[in-house]
């Protein structure tokens, strides 16, 4: 498509402040900071491997704790997507991979839907990587999918490293987000349903 498929979400509350800007058809460049280390290795692994072009700066109360920051992310990149993909025409619009990582394997699935809705089955063993909730990966992928306007299915086959078994989701991420996002030729001006459009509504 000859038209650039950006996005930019400015999302400020009390609780956070955030910037982000989105290129769909980009090379996986990045520049990530959220003040919280390990949400940005994830972010980063995210634009990697979707080739999608990511910044995101974030301000938020860590001095509370980290979940208004890892949500508030999470729901200003879904926006991002969402604006970038506008009316969402050519899209594949499907996808699903496994993603693997040593000893860990994790199955996602997405349909760029315009519907969000969110299933989670994921466990961890410890209730923190680092200083950070293991329960708030949960709360970043939910409020990408509310925003982004995905069905989004992640499920974890098997593990045992926590750091593994989180980093197979946002890889897993990353690569249907790839896939979805891909223009058809074949169909590059058509909305991929019968209904003609793909909203939130």
């Not at 038209?3 to 982000?20: H, L, M, N, S, Y």
């Not at 990697?48 to 949500?71: C, M, P, Q, R, W």
């Not at 349909?111 to 909730?133: A, N, T």
């Amino acid at each position: 498509m000859s038209q650039a498929r950006t996005g930019r979400v400015t999302r400020q509350t009390k609780e956070t402040e955030i910037d982000v800007e989105v290129n769909l058809d980009g090379t996986g460049q990045y520049a990530i900071s959220t003040g919280i280390g390990f949400l940005d290795h994830m972010l980063e692994q995210l634009a990697k491997h979707s080739l999608i072009d990511l910044t995101v700066k974030a301000k938020g109360d860590l001095h509370i704790d980290f979940h208004h920051t890892t949500e508030d992310t999470g729901l200003a990149i879904g926006k991002a997507v969402a604006d970038a993909l506008g009316e969402r025409r050519g899209i594949t619009r499907y996808a699903d991979a496994l993603s693997p990582m040593d000893e860990t394997l994790t199955r996602v699935a997405m349909d760029l839907s315009g519907r969000p809705y969110f299933v989670w089955k994921v466990e961890f063993s410890k209730p923190k990587l680092g200083d950070m909730d293991t329960e708030l990966f949960r709360e970043w992928f939910q409020a990408f999918a509310q925003t982004s306007g995905a069905t989004l299915h992640i499920e974890n086959l098997y593990g045992v490293n926590n750091h593994h078994i989180v980093e197979s989701c946002y890889k897993g991420l990353a690569r249907v987000l790839r896939e979805a996002i891909t223009i058809d030729p074949r169909k590059m001006d058509a909305v991929p349903s019968t209904k003609g459009v793909l909203t939130q509504n």
